[in-house]
């Protein structure tokens, strides 16, 4: 499963980066401008010598409401993409040259990932709340602070395999098939460990590169043309790292969900057949 969802994965997107761009290319422009006008119009953001010395930073109603703005136009950008990648991968549905879409799927989608978030949040609250209590009491018994910590990440490496199997009701609303997350979960069984296994190794070395661009880019900071021109080149590299983040996390969401439409399908003694 895991060398599946990786390989699918990986020829879905540099397979088809010409898509890739057309499904993210407006997006990720409009945003820029967004953030752009919005640097012009409010002015430089508060400086990080006096956030540092520990002087109070005054935040205007201007100010929460652009941050409120990006935040949800970052939101529905998300979502846009989601989809119209999850139609991609899964119906062959090619994207327009600009694709700026939203209607109601997008609209169930980003329910849909908010509900998902509300009951990873009800989940992890109580936990962290539970472990901290009673780790930080064996802690101080055995003189060594590192039971909350382990106890935490044992606990957490059972429950985020079953969290992952959720996210496959997303592309099932994404081709207008909308599952709930109980038939999500079970329809996932097996596949939270694989999926996460394959979106660590897609996304790390390209996480890696782009720190790498972030530290050459404070390196080049501050002094005439040619530092001027390698920052440009610097900002754009990291803007398609970005945009093909992005696509690979999503793609593996729709070969985990493909591989578990075709075992239901060989469950009941069908012919594996395209979502559409």
Known sequence: MFRRILNDSFSLVF?????????C???FVLQFVLLLVLQVILGSPPDDLAVTAGQPVQVSPAQMLAAFLVVIVAIVASASIAVAWHRFG?????P???HLRVGAIEGRFILKMFLIGLITIAIFLPLELFVSLFGTMLDILIGVPVVTVVSFLVLSAFIIPHIVQLYLSL?????ERPIGLKEAHKLGQGL???MIGAGVVLVLPFVLVALGLQYLSQMVAGGGLLALLIAIKLALLNVLLQIILTVLSISVISAAYRIALERQHANFGETPSNPD
């Open 15 to 23: 397979g088809n980066l010409e898509t890739v761009f057309k499904v």
């Open 25 to 27: 290319g407006a997006w």
């Open 90 to 94: 899964l119906l062959g549905e090619q």
């Open 96 to 98: 327009g040259l600009i």
């Open 171 to 175: 592309p099932a609303v994404a081709i």
């Open 192 to 194: 939270g460990w694989p």
